[in-house]
């Protein structure tokens, strides 16, 4: 029998599902790993490194001279250096290898820490923890103090660069104990799994939990161009219909469905043709100008940069676009960007104000912009007069897209990335490559005010994020164009 290693991400793979490390180990050409999932890594990275600054003359075992160096390295600083904390501190046994974030020497035994990037211990998080303490204790190091280090959500930032505090230790040696015991059977049987044939698994709810398997297209292809699932928080009439061997929107009887918004999905996809209800363009047109068309790129990130911000505090602006027409045609954009490290909100919200005046109004999709400004009102009480004016100017196409209109190439969303093609074709967010979505901005953004970024790097960011944001509002000019018109 051909012995794999298993990493502690492989031991888990197995546990959310072998077929998964089946395919992992055998067919990793099949991983498809998308963007949102690419960026949790990155941040996950991110706080590693942050929670190895805190602890004071830590040595990092590189991973450049491959499995056998690490090992080695380990052994030697353990060794040679006991009391010095490693990171990414490199053990095997029984065919388990594992990497600790960090590892250093307790009173009585030595201390594990596993680095999360969540704001308190999650279930999954034990078996992470449970297999690494049985590698370790079973090469003869004996572990006084198993602990969970996550983000600590009450943190508030001075801007001194100091993050101590940031993360909250919690001791987890008690509760990894169950699971410790059985890593070594679970580790025989997957090799065991791994010598023979792939698994029959169907896929399931395991498919997305504790995350989103990179495996599933392989394993659930999609067989129809308009499945059921596309049924807006279809949930049980999902089930229902599955379970009747309904599998395709226009296979579904007419009255059928009882949702009128899904009789709407249904109804339009049968037809092929667009819906859409005049009175939509009734009340687009009764609007005054000037008009403004407004959208903001916000922060929320585990590491808070600015001072008097928390960990995943949301609704930080960075950045907005507006397209205002001051008459029908008539077409001017502005926009805000700063990418120095400073806090930007405060000069962010003074632009804003002295752009949008005080009458007309302003275009968003969906209540992101509102909570926004809510967010610079409590940062600043002297603005929140004026701030909240702003938000009673505001018309949120999202309810009214959903409302009175529906194309079948939207597939049950009304998100403006899909709405936005059936109006705008023309328009194409794929040209503004990792920045695509809004946490890609964000991920974009926190590279562009990294001081390590090279200028040419920086530069190339900051188009294309201007660009993404202009996009934004560009296409909400375009769908209030198009609504209108359609009398």
Not at 308 to 330: D, K, V
């Amino acid at each position: 029998m051909n012995i794999h290693y298993l990493s502690k991400s492989k031991m888990l793979s197995g546990l959310q599902c072998p077929k998964r490390l089946y395919l992992e180990v055998h067919h990793p050409e099949l991983i498809e790993e998308s963007a949102d999932l690419q960026r949790r890594f990155t941040i996950g990275h991110l706080v590693g490194e942050m929670a190895q600054k805190l602890v004071p003359d830590g040595i990092l075992i590189e991973y450049d001279g491959g499995l056998s160096q690490a090992l080695k390295e380990t052994r030697h600083i353990l060794e040679s250096s006991p009391d010095t904390p490693i990171f990414e501190a490199t053990f095997s046994h029984g065919g388990v290898l594992v990497r600790t974030d960090i590892f250093y020497k307790g009173d009585n035994g030595y201390r594990l820490v596993e680095v999360k990037n969540s704001t308190s211990v999650k279930d999954y998080h034990i078996p992470d923890c449970a297999v690494q303490a049985w590698v370790i204790e079973s090469l003869g190091y004996p572990l006084e103090r198993v602990e969970l280090a996550h983000i600590d959500n009450t943190f508030v930032y001075k801007g001194d660069g100091d993050y101590q505090g940031l993360f909250h230790h919690e001791d987890v040696t008690n509760n990894i104990l169950p699971l410790k015991e059985k890593v070594p059977g679970l580790a025989k049987n997957f090799q065991s799994m791994l010598s023979g044939d792939l698994p029959d698994i169907d896929v399931g709810d395991h498919c997305n939990d504790p995350f989103e398997c990179p495996f599933v297209n392989h394993c659930y292809p999609e067989p129809h161009e308009y499945p059921v699932s596309i049924l807006p928080r279809g949930g049980k009439v999902v089930d229902e219909l599955l379970d009747e061997g309904i599998e395709d929107i226009r296979d579904i009887p007419e009255g059928r469905l009882t949702n009128l918004k899904h009789e709407k999905v249904r109804r339009v996809t049968v037809n092929g043709k667009p819906e859409i209800d005049p009175e939509i363009s009734t009340y687009l047109k009764d609007l005054s100008y000037p008009r403004y068309y407004l959208d903001f790129e916000a922060l929320m990130t585990p590491i808070p940069i600015w001072p008097g911000t928390r960990p995943y505090q949301t609704h930080l602006p960075y950045q907005w676009s507006c397209h205002i027409e001051e008459q029908l045609g008539e077409l001017r954009h502005e926009e805000y960007l700063d990418v120095t490290e400073e806090n930007p909100m405060r000069p962010l919200a003074e632009k804003l104000m002295s752009i949008l005046g005080d009458k007309g109004p302003i275009f968003v999709y969906s209540s992101f912009e509102n909570t926004v400004l809510n967010r610079l009102g409590e940062f600043f009480p002297d603005l929140l007069s004026k701030l909240n004016k702003i938000k009673n100017r505001l018309v949120d196409l999202l309810p009214l897209a959903r409302e009175y209109y529906y194309h079948p190439e939207m597939k049950g969303s009304w998100s403006i990335k899909s709405v936005l093609p059936t109006v705008a074709p023309k328009l194409n967010y794929s040209d503004l490559e990792e920045v695509q979505k809004g946490m890609g901005a964000q991920m974009a953004y926190l590279e562009a005010i990294n001081p390590e970024t090279s200028e040419s790097r920086r530069e190339e960011l900051i188009e294309r994020l201007l660009e993404y944001c202009k996009m934004d509002t560009l296409a909400m000019v375009k769908l209030v164009g198009y609504f209108q018109k359609k009398m």
